[in-house]
């Protein structure tokens, strides 16, 4: 009995002797699991903290990406498109982006409202010629920040120039004013509307005054350096119609002449000799 007391005893104080290395050991392992996943834990949370920091840059520049796309479909005459994108942009902007969203927003409407009443022209002949020579037949008349290039109608009554930022699709567009013959008073002025006018740099309408032509100089699918001169029939009462379609109304706006679209005016035909010479001419 005695003996078997003593072994408990023994037994008892060894485990006395060891319970604090083991208390130890599985304090040491508790801290290292737990470092463990207190350093993957912080990784998370700085991972998150820059995503966080990053977000407004990364929603700024595809805000910015979005902007130019809508300019480029603006240019492309793609004005409905060019909205529905500026519009999902808008969604995402801060009070800052949104300005610059509210300037393309305003390009991509004028142009839609402008596609509901496209003028029907007819082209006799064009000419590209440098900005020098154009600077140098037209010498630029300046009214203020963004009006110039300001020409009289032959009876008086019209008034042409082009303005910037106003109701227009993008660069200079081209206006016009009439004036009240009983009254004398002018009226506000009016943008004249594809194909006149365009998302690029329309810079002077005039009449011939022959009471057959008009003249516009334009930049449309020019380099930097060049504009084009077009040679329109005059028309007093030009015919309107809506136009869809920005493929067709990109090539509406390009003012081919008449020759080169292959609708030039058949020559008569004759078997007369003398009739020839009239009919290659």
């Known amino acids: 009995m005695h003996t078997r007391l003593l072994r408990i005893l023994v037994l008892a104080f060894m485990l006395l002797q060891v319970a604090p290395l083991v208390l130890d050991a599985q304090v040491t392992e508790n801290t290292v699991t737990t470092e463990g996943v207190d350093s993957r834990l912080m990784a998370k949370v700085d991972s998150l903290r820059r995503a966080m920091a990053e977000a407004p840059d990364r929603r700024r520049r595809d805000i910015l990406r979005s902007i130019a796309a809508a300019d480029s479909l603006c240019l492309a005459y793609d004005f409905p498109a060019a909205a529905d994108l500026l519009g999902a942009a808008a969604a995402e902007a801060d009070s800052a982006m949104s300005r610059a969203i509210e300037k393309s927003l305003l390009r991509a409407q004028a142009g839609m409202n402008m596609m509901s009443r ?3 022209v007819q082209v006799k ?5 440098s900005l020098d020579d154009f600077y140098g037949m037209f ?9 110039r290039f300001h020409f009289a109608g032959p009876d008086g009554r019209s008034l042409y120039f082009t303005a910037k930022d106003r109701s227009g699709a993008g660069g200079y567009d081209l206006y016009v004013s009439r004036r009240n013959p009983v009254t004398g008073q002018w009226s506000e002025s009016v943008n004249m509307g594809f194909p006149y006018s365009s998302p690029y740099n329309d810079l002077l309408y005039a009449d011939a005054g022959d009471g057959k032509h008009s003249v516009l100089v334009s930049d449309r699918g020019c380099p930097e350096d060049s504009v084009n001169v077009y040679v329109l029939e005059y028309d007093v009462m030009p015919v309107h119609q809506s136009i869809t379609s920005a493929a067709e109304l990109r090539e509406l706006c390009r003012l081919v002449p008449d020759s080169e679209r292959g609708k030039a005016v058949a020559a008569p035909v004759s078997a007369d000799p003398a009739m020839k010479g009239y009919a290659d001419k």
């Open 118 to 120: 496209v003028s029907q």
């Open 125 to 129: 002949a064009s000419k590209r010629i």
């Open 139 to 147: 010498p630029e008349t300046v009214w203020n920040d963004d009006t």
